[in-house]
C-alpha cells in the first residue's frame, strides 16, 4: 500500500495539478489493440525543433504523428543527458542512481584496466563504452566489441573478465521484460557496438542488435559530415524497414516482427554541433555546395535551422514517413504505437551564447599553478590518469569528477567555487547537494564525487574544436527533448505539463498490457506512464 501511494504521489507531482485525459479516439484504441511498440531516439531533438517543424513543413511525417498523437513540449531527461543515460531512461524508466551509467566514458572504482588481465592491485579506472573498444581492420570497425579492450571486473564465478557495457546495468531494460513476460521478439539499431548496453544485465535482451559505427576510432569519422551521418542512419532505416515487414535486420530470415524496436538517429545531432561540414572533403558524397563547407546550428536563438541541419531533419523526417508506409504495408500500422522522442537535447541553441575555453582539466592549470597539493592540481592529475585508480575527469558541456583521494573532495569542491567565474562554472554539486539527486559517492562506486555545471553555452573544448554544440549536462537545451506518442487511433493533443522521457519505459509496457512495475528502476524511483494517455479526466490542448 506504500509503493502505491508513493507512485501515486510521485505522479500527481510530475503532472502538475494537470487534470489527466484520454488520448485516444472513442472508436481509437482500446486494450489489447497495441502488439507492438516503435521507438525512435532522434538524438540532439528538441520540443522546439518539433514545434518549428511541424509548424513549416506541412505534409511531414512529424506533423502526421503530431495530428494523430499526444505530443509533450515540455520533457525532459531525468539526469544528466548523455547519450548513455538518456538511452537508458528510455528503456530502464530510470536515472544514474539506478542503472548506474553516467556517460559513454566515466569510471568505477571497483574495475580495473583492460591490460590488467588478472584484476590484482588496487581497483579503479576508467569505464570506456566508446568507439574505441570495436575490433578494427584496416581502420575499419568489424562492428563487434573487442573484448581485449574493455575494462575487468570480478565475475560472478570469481574470475577476471571482460566488464562488457550490458555488466553495467544494475537494473533491467523494457527488451528484457518483453522477453521474460511475452516470448515477444526485440530489436535495436544505434550507432556503436557498445549499444550492447540494451541487451541489459541478462546479456540477451535484445534477438536482433544491429550497431553499424558512426565514428571509427582509428579511420574515418561520418559525423564530419550531415550527408555521411544520414547514410550511416540509413543503414539503420533499412534494417528497421526489414523488421516492420517480419524480417531480421538484414533481410535473411523472417522471423516476425519485433514487439518492441527502434533505432536512434544521429543527422540531427551532427548537424546541430557542426562547426563546419566537412572540412577537408572527407565525405565524398557530400558535395553540395549548399552544405558542404558551411556552418551547421541554428542561425538565430528561436531555432531556425541552418541549411546543414535543415538537412539533417528533412532526411529524418523522410525516413520516418518509410516507417509509416512500411507499417501500413505490414497490415500494423494501427495495431503499434510509435513514439519518437531523444536520448538527449543540445546546446546552445543561441550561438552568440557559445564560448570554448578549453578542456576543463587544461582550463584549470590556466587559470591557476598546478603545483603539488593544490587543488589545481589534484583535478589536472586526475585529467590526464591514463588509466588505473587515479581518478578522472569527463568533460562535454558538463564537468564530471572522480577523485583519486575522496578526502580531498571539499578542498577541490571549495577551489571550484571560488575561481567559478574564470572557469566559466553556473554551479558546483558536490557533498550534500549532490546526494540531494544521486548516490552518495562515498557508497556508490560509480557516482563522481563532483558535478560541474557551466554557464549556459560554454563547452569544456578547444577553442578550434569543430563543434558548435555539445550534450552531457543539465541545462534546458541539453535535457529539453521533442516526444510523440503515436497511434492511428489517437486525437491529437499539446501536453505542456512536466514530464520525464524515463516515463517512455512505464507507458511502453502498459500500451502493451504489461506492469510497468517489472521494470526496476520504474519502482525504485516511482516512475508514472506518461499522462494524458490511460486516464479518465479532463484535458490539455492547445
Known sequence: MKKQLFAGALSMGLAAAAVQAPAWAEDGLHEGKIKHVLLISIDGLHALDVANYVKTHKGSALEELSDHGVTFSNAKTPANSDSFPGLLALVTGGSPRTHGLFYDYSYDRTIWAPDNKTCSGKPGTQMIFDESIDVYVGGVSQNV????????????????SPFYPHDAIRTNTVFEVIKAERA????????????????????????????????????????????CTVQNDGLKVAAVLNEIQGWNHEGTKHVGVPTVFGMNFQAVSVGQKLLMDNPGGGCTADTDPGINGQRGGYTDGLGAPSAVLAYGLKKTDDALWQFINGLKKAGIYDSTLIIVTAKHGQSPINLEKLVKPGHFADLVCTVSKCTTGT??????????????????????????IWLPDQSKTKLVADYLNQNAQYLYIDEVLSG??????????????????????????TIYTKPASNKLAEHGGFSFGDTNVGLIVSNPGMDPRVVKTPVLSSQVAATILKSLGIDPNELESVRAEGIPVLPFLFDAGGSENE
Do not use: M
Open 432 to 457: 550534500e547537494e549532490l546526494k540531494l539527486k544521486f548516490r552518495d559517492p562515498a557508497k556508490d562506486s560509480r557516482t563522481p564525487d563532483i558535478i560541474v555545471q557551466p554557464v549556459y553555452g
Open 145 to 160: 566489441i573487442d573484448p581485449n579492450a574493455l575494462p575487468r571486473y570480478i565475475d560472478a564465478q570469481g574470475r577476471c
Open 184 to 227: 515477444g521478439r526485440t530489436a535495436w539499431a544505434d550507432k556503436h557496438p557498445a549499444y550492447d548496453l540494451v541487451n541489459g544485465r541478462s546479456g540477451k535482451g535484445v534477438d536482433d542488435l544491429y550497431t553499424p559505427e558512426i565514428t571509427n576510432a582509428v579511420g574515418f569519422d561520418n559525423t564530419i559530415s550531415v550527408v
Open 375 to 400: 587543488a589545481a592540481k589534484i583535478i589536472a592529475d586526475a585529467g590526464a590518469c591514463p588509466e588505473g585508480p587515479c581518478g578522472w575527469v569527463q568533460d562535454d558541456d558538463i564537468g564530471l
